[in-house]
């Protein structure tokens, strides 16, 4: 949960993870992978209320990152490098509304000609039946049992 | 042990028709990556299209009023999970098959071409006497799973034709399957 004041400014602070670290600074090159695509952007964000601990009067400090599990009562620094994966995220949605379907067909039409279909070559034929109890010709001797 | 069928890419035309689906994101032109749903069939003016759904995204639709097995069936293979693909090919009611039905891949056997037949003309009366092509439609309607924009659904429709002689060109009678023409 979160208070948000009612003067003018509102700041929100964000923690990093080593990782988010190690990306703001491109340590060794590793902000960016094979595809050119900036691992730092942020893709993903949680709603759950995954940074407070209301068992302690501390803020976070720098470079600490809050317990996720939220067993931990007097721990605030457990995710040094973690990749959160299990948590309910959200993705920024960039899905269009504004769209258009189509086919590959000319027309929308896929025509097939009963002409146009080969014979079926001699070599094909279906695989042999399986025998399948209840469907043969079964009979029934009402003596046989005694 | 039951026997797969090969997948319908690798059957290949004319056994296997296929229908390719894409989606324009219309506020910049760009083409948006989604796997797309088919719902259907109907037949034209929406009269009801007698269809079985087997497994997993697959329908049959039986060419006579024959079900059992051995009976000739047109199978569509509906859009798998990201896929935006959607097949059509001829099979037969087969139980040693691990979906029931087996797909021909080289050609049609005599009977199934004489159903096939029966179906496309779907009861239609006296071939006139200068021969006829007939004509079944299935219409069926596509949209983007993650777009899902229903109300810009596209129809396409798979149409099955086949042409018959007159009568008195030694051709046919209602009920009975015509000579090839073309």
């Known amino acids: ?146 | 042990m039951a026997t797969a069928n090969q997948n319908p890419e690798n059957i290949g035309f004319p056994m296997a028709q296929v229908v390719n689906f894409t989606t324009t994101n219309l506020s910049n032109g760009d083409p948006f990556v989604e796997p797309h749903t088919v719902s259907g069939p109907s037949g034209s003016f929406n009269v009801p299209v007698s269809a079985i759904n087997i497994g997993n995204n697959k329908i049959v639709i039986p060419l006579t009023s024959n079900t059992s097995t051995g009976a000739n069936f047109l199978k569509l293979h509906l859009p798998q999970p990201n896929s935006s693909t959607f097949y059509v090919t001829f099979c037969v009611k087969n139980r040693a098959m691990q979906d029931g039905y087996y797909d021909y891949t080289t050609g049609i056997p005599s009977d199934y071409r004489t159903d096939l037949r029966t179906f496309t003309r779907d009861g239609s009366g006296l071939i006139p006497s200068g021969g006829a092509t007939y004509v079944k439609t299935l219409v069926f309607q596509v949209i983007g799973l993650d777009t899902n924009v229903t109300s810009a659904a596209v129809q396409y429709m798979v149409k099955f034709s086949a042409v018959f002689a007159g009568a008195g060109t030694g051709g046919s009678f209602p009920g009975v399957a015509g000579s090839f023409l073309a």
């Open chain 1, 1 to 146: 949960m979160g208070y948000i004041p009612s003067a003018d400014t509102v700041y929100a602070v964000a923690y990093l993870t080593e990782t988010g670290r190690a990306y703001l600074f491109d340590d060794n090159g590793s902000r960016f992978d094979v595809n050119g695509d900036d691992l730092f952007e942020i893709t993903k964000f949680t709603l759950s209320d995954t940074d407070t601990n209301y068992q302690t009067i501390l803020n976070l400090s720098t470079g600490e990152v809050p317990d996720v599990t939220g067993k931990s009562e007097g721990c605030l620094k457990t995710t040094a490098n973690y990749v959160q994966t299990n948590l309910l995220a959200f993705v920024f949605d960039d899905t269009p509304t504004n769209v258009e379907y189509s086919t590959d067909l000319d027309g929308d039409i896929l025509l097939i000609k009963e002409g146009d279909l080969p014979n079926k070559s001699a070599g094909e034929n279906p695989p042999a039946p399986i025998l399948v109890l209840g469907e043969g010709p079964f009979t029934f001797n009402p003596g046989g049992i005694n």
